[in-house]
């Protein structure tokens, strides 16, 4: 069965830089969440999408932005990065009313 | 606030034993509430749910979890160890979905991590 595929597996950036993740949800899926995980830690919500729109907001610093297309894919923008960015990033997909999230892989993003 | 505390941040058990990791939450509502399993650098699967009805439910890979209102647990548990089972174990708590245009998320516990003695 497909799953949720998420782009790139890791990610290497310089402070101050920018990076892009994508999230390709499970097919038929029209929701789309966006976690966080640091080292040692708990995954925590940034932000989620509904039918490409933004559905809820979580902890997501400003300096990040994400959005969903048509296809329903998802891709997280993040800019001016910081170290204590350098974490696995999640993503996760539902069904409208399925409750029932799926995750990705995840990606891990290391900022030098 | 919802929240969800898993006591135990590390627990070793040897291979064929018996194992309970423990979770409990707090939340307003009904919960939904899920155990997910994580293996070192990989993503998150769902071991199982717990959505309404019958208050023991059974999840993948031989696990089951209780759901006890009145102790506001949601206790994982499995009768014979396999060393393959070594992971770190998430309980969680979904939000309200489906209301007011919110598809709810997951609160995460902080994670129990098991290892397992051959």
């Known amino acids: 069965a497909a799953g949720v595929i998420q782009s790139p597996r890791h990610l290497i950036k310089e402070k101050r830089e920018t990076a892009t993740l994508k999230c390709y949800p499970i097919?038929?899926?029209?929701?789309v969440y966006w976690y966080q995980q640091g080292p040692g830690q708990d995954p925590q919500f940034l932000i989620s999408f509904y039918e490409k729109m933004q559905s809820d907001k979580g902890s997501i610093p400003d300096r990040f932005s994400a959005q969903q297309f048509s296809d329903y894919h998802s891709e997280l923008n993040m800019s001016s990065l910081e170290l204590g960015d350098s974490a696995l990033y999640f993503c996760?997909?539902?069904?409208?009313?399925?409750?029932?999230?799926?995750f990705g892989a995840g990606t891990r993003l290391s900022v030098l | 606030a919802q929240s969800v505390t898993q006591p135990d941040i590390h627990i070793t058990v040897s291979e064929g034993a018996s194992l309970e990791l423990r979770c409990n939450y707090s939340y307003g509502a009904t919960p939904y509430l899920f155990w997910y399993v994580q293996s070192p650098g990989q993503g998150l699967q769902l071991l199982l749910k717990y959505f309404s009805g019958d208050t023991l439910v059974q999840g993948i890979k031989g696990f089951e979890a209780e759901f006890k209102r009145s102790q506001s647990s949601f206790n994982l548990r499995k009768p014979s160890v396999h060393w393959s089972d070594a992971a770190e174990y998430f309980c969680?708590?979904?939000?309200?979905?489906?209301?007011?245009?919110?598809?709810?998320?997951?609160?995460f516990g902080k994670g129990t991590k098991l290892s397992v003695k051959p």
């Open positions: 969680a708590v979904g939000t309200v979905m489906n209301y007011g245009g919110s598809q709810g998320n997951l609160i």
């Open positions: 996760a997909s539902s069904l409208t009313g399925g409750n029932i999230q799926y």
């Open positions: 097919p038929r899926h029209d929701t």
